[in-house]
């Protein structure tokens, strides 16, 4: 396979709601290549997950894609039957949510809901798809994988579930993995077991990610290029390393100063000022010009996201070029 493994195009995903049009995915552009992790990282409400939702074809009314092209491989994810989507998703697309149980049905035997999900896609006998589940749940961590099979989600801790969620996100290698904020609610020291997994994954495999997260420190050591989201939009993207150390955009510059771990010991500690702005009722221009202590009447055009260094794009006026967060 030649190309990248995903490319989003000037992606739009509006809710028509009763108070007015709410724009939570406004003109998103980022590729992701083959073996390759992206983070995409942001406030809440910034467009995160509404992203990976309209890329997997989740997004239910009174949302939709209004706009843009998704394509998958070349495939134009946008315009595909539902019946082919269902045929990719789960298949060679997965998804990891927040929430264990929005995979998990309570009622079902982890094995039965494991077992289907390989019959769902793949003739092979039932032994092998209870060993496929079996090798899967060993995989993120979880002991004596043989009984834990015939357990129902109720019998698990909250970490536990959401290990049985990821481990069925795995069980068809798929080509491309959509993460929302999946290791959240884990220990730490099963959170690095299974970061390490999913970079042996996309190494060993080619498996392309897209890690949605608020964590940079998890998106320091994990992925290959980040995409930094405010209110609907991508302000700043490059490679990791270096938007981290040389942020651009005075939002994501804000972000890595608030890091508890970059404040000296004594000091208040810093953060962004003020509130992200209703989507329903976004300021005129910059979205975050009210929060930012660059802006001025300049910021009231709307600037495009452009190229300031090579590889590094930005959406800002006024950015960080020569300055590195304290």
């Avoid at 894609?65 to 070349?74: A, D, H, K």
């Avoid at 595909?80 to 269902?86: C, K, N, T």
């Avoid at 981290?244 to 208040?268: A, F, M």
Wanted: with cysteine; proline share 7%; net charge neutral.
């Amino acid at each position: 396979m030649s190309g990248p493994t995903l490319e989003v195009r000037n992606l739009r995903t509006h809710f028509f709601t009763r108070a007015g049009i709410v724009k939570a995915v406004d003109g998103v552009s980022f590729t992701v290549g083959r073996g390759k992790v992206l983070g995409l990282v942001g406030e809440s409400g910034s467009g995160k997950t509404v992203t990976g939702f309209s890329i997997i074809g989740l997004v239910d009314p009174p949302g939709r894609v209004v706009e843009g092209e998704i394509l998958y491989q070349g495939r134009n994810l946008a315009t595909i039957s539902e019946e082919e989507m269902r045929h990719l998703r789960g298949n060679r697309i997965a998804m990891i949510f927040q929430d264990p149980m929005m995979t998990l049905n309570p009622v079902l035997r982890v094995d039965t809901q494991m077992i289907e999900t390989v019959l769902a896609h793949e003739k092979v006998s039932k032994d092998e798809a209870r060993q496929r589940a079996r090798d899967a749940l060993g995989m993120v961590g979880i002991p004596s994988p043989d009984e834990r099979l015939k357990s129902y989600p109720h019998q698990f801790s909250g970490g536990m579930r959401q290990r049985v969620a990821i481990a069925i996100a795995l069980l068809h290698r798929p080509e491309l993995i959509i993460a929302d904020e999946p290791t959240t609610a884990l220990d730490v020291t099963i959170q690095g077991q299974i970061l390490a997994e999913v970079q042996k994954l996309a190494a060993n495999t080619g498996t392309s990610l897209i890690w949605i997260t608020h964590d940079l420190s998890v998106v320091a050591g994990l992925a290959d290029d980040i995409a930094v989201m405010y209110a609907g939009r991508v302000v700043e993207d490059g490679p990791v390393s270096e938007v981290l150390d040389r942020p651009l955009h005075p939002y994501t510059h804000g972000l890595i100063g608030s890091v508890p771990s970059r404040n000296k010991r004594g000091e208040p500690l810093r953060q962004i000022p003020g509130m992200t702005p209703s989507l329903l009722k976004l300021p005129a221009g910059c979205a975050f010009r009210t929060r930012c202590p660059r802006a001025d009447d300049a910021c009231l055009a709307e600037q495009p996201l452009r190229e300031l260094r090579p590889g590094r794009q930005a959406r800002c006026i006024h950015p960080h070029l020569d300055e590195v967060p304290a």
